[in-house]
């Protein structure tokens, strides 16, 4: 499965969620804002590499946990699925939702810049790439 959404990004963050359990956003704090996410069971807000901006979201289902080698930051969290097995995605202004199979995951968020051509200039977006492969370890 890859499921790619766009989104116009506003604050700064990306926010995943379980949507039958979890009210969003998170609360960011010092140590949040510098470690690049806010977590809690149900929801994760990852920040983005800029304020404003164009993000391209990828959502994988993947059996591994293989990090890019141009990804900027990786990040994985623990990620819990409730039935009926939607999960929201949200820019804070907008919100959209993608289907998994309820389940307990790890949630690898990997961040990087994306080139395009617009025009014969070069422009930068960001691009998050969300792979989600059965979570089957312990956090520490």
């Known amino acids: 499965m890859c499921e790619i959404y766009n989104f116009d990004i506003f604050y700064h963050q990306l926010i995943i969620f379980d949507e039958s359990?979890?009210?969003?956003?998170?609360?960011?704090?010092?140590?949040h804002v510098a470690q690049g996410f806010a977590w809690r069971p149900g929801t994760v807000s990852f920040a983005t590499l800029g304020d404003l901006g164009d993000l391209r979201v990828e959502v994988h289902i993947a059996d591994d946990l293989d990090v890019l080698p141009d990804s900027v930051r990786a990040i994985v969290v623990p990620f819990a699925v409730s039935p009926p097995g939607r999960v929201g995605l949200s820019d804070t202004v907008n919100e959209l939702t993608t289907r998994v199979s309820p389940a307990e995951y790890a949630l690898l968020c990997e961040i990087g810049y994306l080139m395009r051509r617009l025009s014969g200039a070069a422009s930068r977006s960001f691009s998050v790439g969300i792979h989600s492969p059965r979570y089957s370890g312990q956090t520490s």
């Open 21 to 31: 359990t979890a009210p969003v956003p998170n609360d960011w704090g010092e140590q």
